[in-house]
C-alpha cells in the first residue's frame, strides 16, 4: 500500500491507471470492505474504520462481494504444505472476476494448472512474480524477452535467512546467535524451521520448475537438507581453505525427468555466488542459447512489494 502511494502519480500519469483500495483483511483486523474506498493513509497508521456490524462481512466470500475488487493480492503466511488458506482466496478472487496477484508461492506447488485454468476461463490474469526473487522479473521475463527458449535448468541462492545465518557463523557466531541476528535485522521469522531446513528453498525451486520448466514437481521429489547439521567450526574451517557455504538450489532436465535438490555446499571464492552476502540471492539459468545470471542485491520488504506492483500494472493493463 505504501509503494501503491508512492507511485500514484506515476501510475496515473504513464499508465492511465487510477487505483482505490476497497477491501482488507487478516486473521487479527478481520474483514474490513467499502466500494466506495478505504484511506490508505489511515491504514497504514493503523486506523481502521468503524464500519456497522450489519455491514460487516463475516468471511471471505462476503467481503469480495461487498469490496467488489479488479484485482486482489495475495500476502497471507506460507503453509508449503499445502498452499492454504491462499489457494481458496485466489480462487474465490478469480471466480468473482478479480485478476488474482500473489506474493505466497504455496498455491503455485499445490494448485498452479488449476488457477492458470481458472484465470483463463475468467479471461483475468493469475501473476506471482514476487514469490521468487521478489520485485527481480523471473517469471513475466521467460515469456515475453526470452521466447521460445529451451531452459535446461538452473543453480541459485534463493533463500535469504540461511544466507544471513551462514555469513554471521562466519564471523564467529553459534547457530542461535545467527538466527537471532537474522531475526534482529528482520529478515529471519519467530520460527524460522522453514528456512534452515531448507522447506522455503524447495518451494521456490518446485516453483521455478512447474512455472518456467512445465514439470509438476512435488514437494517429495526435491532432494532437501538445511544447514542445521553445519557447525560454526565447519564453516570457519571452509572460509579459511578459502571456501564458503552456502545452500544451494539446483535442478536440471535429464532423460528421465527433472533432477532437483536443495543442499548446503562449500562453494570456492572464484564462483560468483561464493560473493552473495546477506539477502542479496541469485539464479543462473542454463538456456540452450547461452547461460543467464541474475542477481537481486540485498532485497528488503519493498522488493517484494514491487513484485505485487508490477503484477498489478501488467494484469490491468
Ligand atoms: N517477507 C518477504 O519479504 C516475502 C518475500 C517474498 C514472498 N513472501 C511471501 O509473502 C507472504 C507474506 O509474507 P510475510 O512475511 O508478510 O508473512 P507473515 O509475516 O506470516 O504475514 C502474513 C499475513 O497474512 C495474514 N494471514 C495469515 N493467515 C491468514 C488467514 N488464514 N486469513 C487471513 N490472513 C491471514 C496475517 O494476518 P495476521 O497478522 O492478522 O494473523 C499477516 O498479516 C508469504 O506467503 C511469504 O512467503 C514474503
Redesign the pocket.
Known sequence: VRLLLAKRAELRNNYAIEWRLTGV?????GWIADPTGLDPEALLAGQFPSIPAWKTPHNLHQWLATADPQVFFE????DWRCGQ??ID?LKAALECGAHAVS????PIVHAYLELCALAKARGRRFLFE??VM?GTPIFSMFPHSLPAVDLRGFRGVLNATTNVVLTEMEKGLTLEQAVKRAQDIGVA?TDPSDDLDGW?ATVKVAALVIVLMGVDIKLDQIERTGIRGITPEQVRAARESGMRYKLICRAERTPSGIRASVKPEQLPLTDPFALLEGTTSAVRFDLDVFGLSIIEHK???I??AY?LLGDFIRAVQ
Open positions: 483483511g487478516s486473521r487479527r483486523i500476502a497471507s503466511s506460507l488458506p491462499a482466496h506474493a505466497n508461492k504455496g514476487s514469490t521478489d521469522e522455503d532485497a528488503a520488504v522488493a517484494t513484485g
